[in-house]
């Protein structure tokens, strides 16, 4: 069973910092394109940051939004997504979803074929 | 970037009804890269269609999508209690993936 447990979140200033982590489990991490998606209260959901599978582990891609500020990364051998956000905004206050990326193709031809439950991020001071 | 529009926003009906749910983009989705996902409050996300019709695993078949170019449907044949919901599509044609704002299907 895929399982995808976010960890991470909580109460940061703005300006601040927080680092996000996703311990995956059930399937080959390695070999999965993993991503971010995050929900602001009240609003739909926005894909945030990829990054990709074996052979591809160094590929990332970044929501304009994020850019600059937000950095993904990956430790295969503790099956373990991150994703290190600073100089955070107000507007980055959401519900933020680990998900396992799916596709016969390369970025940006994949769908999310799982989730995680979320971790929240207040952005306040 | 591909807007995906989603209608109607919220759609009132009682179990055992026909929901149709909509979602359309601002420029044609090549080799029907959408998928639909179902959110409930404090549970993941689940993916329901991927590739504009083809069922997730474990999805009912009172589940199926339709649709080309740029007009889509998500269509629930009968309404179990548990269906109920809110509905996104999504698009992965082309960067930034997207998705619609939403369909919010309640009970009637």
């Known amino acids: 069973e895929v399982q995808l447990l976010e960890s991470g979140g909580g109460l940061v200033q703005p300006g601040g910092s927080v680092r996000l982590s996703c311990e995956a489990s059930?399937?080959?991490?390695?070999?999965?394109?993993m991503s971010w998606v995050r929900q602001a209260p009240g609003k739909g959901l926005e894909w945030v940051s990829t990054i990709g599978g074996s052979g591809a582990a160094g590929s990332t891609q970044y929501a304009d939004s994020v850019k600059g500020r937000f950095t993904i990364s990956r430790d295969d051998s503790k099956n373990t997504l991150s994703l290190q956000m600073n100089s955070l905004r107000a507007e980055d206050t959401a519900l933020y979803f680990c998900?396992?990326?799916?596709?016969?193709?390369?970025?940006?031809?994949?769908?999310?074929?799982?989730w995680g439950q979320g971790t929240l991020v207040t952005v306040s001071s | 970037e591909i807007v995906l529009t989603q209608s109607p926003g919220t759609l009132s009906l009682s179990p055992g009804e026909r929901a149709t749910l909509s979602c359309r983009a601002s420029q044609r989705i090549s080799s029907s890269y959408l998928a639909w996902y179902q959110m409930k409050p404090g549970q993941a996300p689940r993916l329901l269609i991927y590739g504009t019709s083809s069922r997730a695993t474990g999805i009912p078949d009172r589940f199926s999508g339709s649709g080309s170019g740029t007009d889509f449907t998500l269509t629930i044949s009968r309404l179990e209690p548990e269906d109920f919901a809110v509905y996104y599509c999504q698009q992965y044609a082309n960067s930034p993936r997207t998705f619609g704002q939403g369909t919010k299907v309640e009970i009637k």
């Open positions: 059930g399937f080959i991490f390695s070999s999965n394109a």
């Open positions: 998900a396992k990326d799916r596709g016969s193709g390369s970025y940006p031809n994949h769908f999310f074929d799982f």
